[in-house]
T-cell receptor, first 114, second 109 residues
Framework: DAGITQSPRHKVTETGTPVTLRCHQTENHRYMYWYRQDPGHGLRLIHY???????DKGEVSDGYSVSRSKTEDFLLTLESATSSQTSVYFC?????????????FGPGTRLLVL | DAKTTQPPSMDCAEGRAANLPCNHS???????VYWYRQIHSQGPQYIIHGLKNNETNEMASLIITEDRKSSTLILPHATLRDTAVYYC??????????FGAGTRLTVKP
């Protein structure tokens, strides 16, 4: 299994509070991704990074920001959490962004916004 | 962009081959077909991927039709631990993989 950890694994927070999720990899892969998974929607891409300090938006980026100051860490921040952001969040990594490049996923973070 | 269609659920007897179909009739020439699975609420697990040719690895085989409009994932000897949701995905962009609803495979003793 790819060396990917996510923290925290579970979190309960209140509407309006900031939340930061962390993804850490030990594979030295260039690309990192944040997805959310909701019933009926499959996995949807939030943001991705193609290098240190290089990030771009995905399909559902509104309300989220990201940062990558080191190759191994990719942070996802909910500036002001809303109930619609209750979801399971998955981090993924890949060596490059090519269509033939496999993405490997972390164990996920369950976030509940009350 | 290419979309995939999979049956919502399938059953398979333990020890038998599980054949999971996927339709991707609008796939473009340079788009890869990927298969992942998700066991309970764990992170998606990579299984196999291919472009045109059939592929095999230690987990499964992938059969892609000559016109590339459909594919089949084959688990040669299904076990109870293969019970999971299986996703067929077509890469539509360099940094995006769109997971649909998948097929819930139940392996029965």
């Amino acid at each position: 299994d790819a060396g990917i950890t996510q923290s925290p694994r579970h979190k309960v927070t209140e509407t309006g509070t900031p939340v930061t999720l962390r993804c850490h990899q030990t594979e030295n892969h260039r690309y990192m991704y944040w997805y959310r998974q909701d019933p009926g929607h499959g996995l949807r891409l939030i943001h991705y990074s193609y290098g240190v300090k290089d990030t771009d938006k995905g399909e559902v980026s509104d309300g989220y920001s990201v940062s990558r100051s080191k190759t191994e860490d990719f942070l996802l921040t909910l500036e002001s959490a809303t109930s619609s952001q209750t979801s399971v969040y998955f981090c993924a990594i890949s060596e490059s962004g090519g269509l033939q490049e496999t993405q490997y996923f972390g164990p996920g973070t369950r976030l509940l916004v009350l | 962009d290419a979309k995939t269609t999979q049956p919502p659920s399938m059953d398979c007897a333990e020890g038998r081959a599980a054949n999971l179909p996927c339709n991707h009739s609008t796939i473009s020439g340079n788009e890869y077909v990927y298969w992942y699975r998700q066991i309970h609420s764990q992170g998606p697990q990579y299984i196999i991927h291919g472009l045109k040719n059939n592929e095999t690895n230690e987990m499964a085989s992938l059969i892609i039709t000559e016109d590339r409009k459909s594919s089949t994932l084959i688990l040669p000897h299904a076990t109870l631990r293969d019970t999971a949701v299986y996703y067929c995905i077509v890469r539509v962009a360099l940094s995006d993989m769109r997971f649909g609803a998948g097929t819930r495979l139940t392996v029965k003793p």
